[in-house]
T-cell receptor, first 113, second 111 residues
Framework: NAGVTQTPKFQVLKTGQSMTLQCAQD?????MSWYRQDPGMGLRLIHY???????DQGEVPNGYNVSRSTTEDFPLRLLLAAPSQTSVYFCASSYSPGTGHYTFGSGTRLTVV | RKEVEQDPGPFNVPEGATVAFNCTYS??????FFWYRQDCRKEPKLLMSVYSSGNEDGRFTAQLNRASQYISLLIRDSKLSDSATYLC????????????FGQGTELSVKP
């Protein structure tokens, strides 16, 4: 089924570990982005990309890296995991961001202990 | 002031009721607005877009008040299946590629 696929769905990390959250879409969308969702905070933009080879920072980029080597994939890397990064992470893509129509993945629930 | 603010609720209403949520935004230059719906522990999904004064889709009506910088979502004849969190969304600094989400308003429709 066409859409946005995120892996893993759940992850527990120890403080200081690193990992990569995977995001792939098969809709040929140029725009992709990563959000984190915390209770009472809504979704906050971490990083986004307007096309292969182009990335930029969102509201809360510290502690995260991204790359966009292909149109399909937009991985999010946590360099040194901290308990403050415990959150639900959503990847989203869009064919036309001006429409506000983003397709979200089902999320990755990350716990850092 | 936050860029987008919503009353978190929860709003507890009986089936058949009419309920309205408000959302205020800080960037007076914003041109487009969106309402997303998020079911418990699921991903958000686009519900409605608002580009001018408002938009209507069945039981759902979204209205925009530019002078007061708020948008509202009205749900008529509430159904049990309307229970969800409703997220108000504004493009960040009027750049459509980046969306700013409010914290969401929780709605619970009871039998």
């Amino acid at each position: 089924n066409a859409g946005v696929t995120q892996t893993p769905k759940f992850q527990v990390l120890k403080t200081g570990q690193s990992m990569t959250l995977q995001c792939a879409q098969d809709m040929n969308h140029e725009y992709m982005s990563w959000y984190r969702q915390d209770p009472g905070m809504g979704l906050r933009l971490i990083h986004y990309s307007v096309g292969a080879g182009i990335t930029d920072q969102g509201e809360v980029p510290n502690g995260y890296n991204v790359s966009r080597s292909t149109t399909e994939d937009f991985p999010l890397r946590l360099l040194l995991a901290a308990p403050s990064q415990t959150s639900v992470y959503f990847c989203a893509s869009s064919y036309s961001p001006g429409t506000g129509h983003y397709t979200f993945g089902s999320g990755t629930r990350l716990t850092v202990v | 002031r936050k860029e987008v603010e919503q009353d978190p609720g929860p709003f507890n209403v009986p089936e058949g009721a009419t309920v309205a949520f408000n959302c205020t935004y800080s960037n007076s230059a914003s041109q487009s607005f969106f309402w997303y719906r998020q079911d418990c522990r699921k991903e958000p999904k686009l519900l409605m877009s608002v580009y001018s004064s408002g938009n209507e889709d069945g039981r759902f009506t979204a209205q925009l008040n530019r002078a007061s910088q708020y948008i509202s979502l009205l749900i008529r004849d509430s159904k049990l299946s309307d229970s969800a969190t409703y997220l108000c969304v504004v493009p960040w600094r009027n750049q459509g590629g980046k969306l700013i989400f409010g914290q969401g308003t929780e709605l619970s429709v009871k039998p």
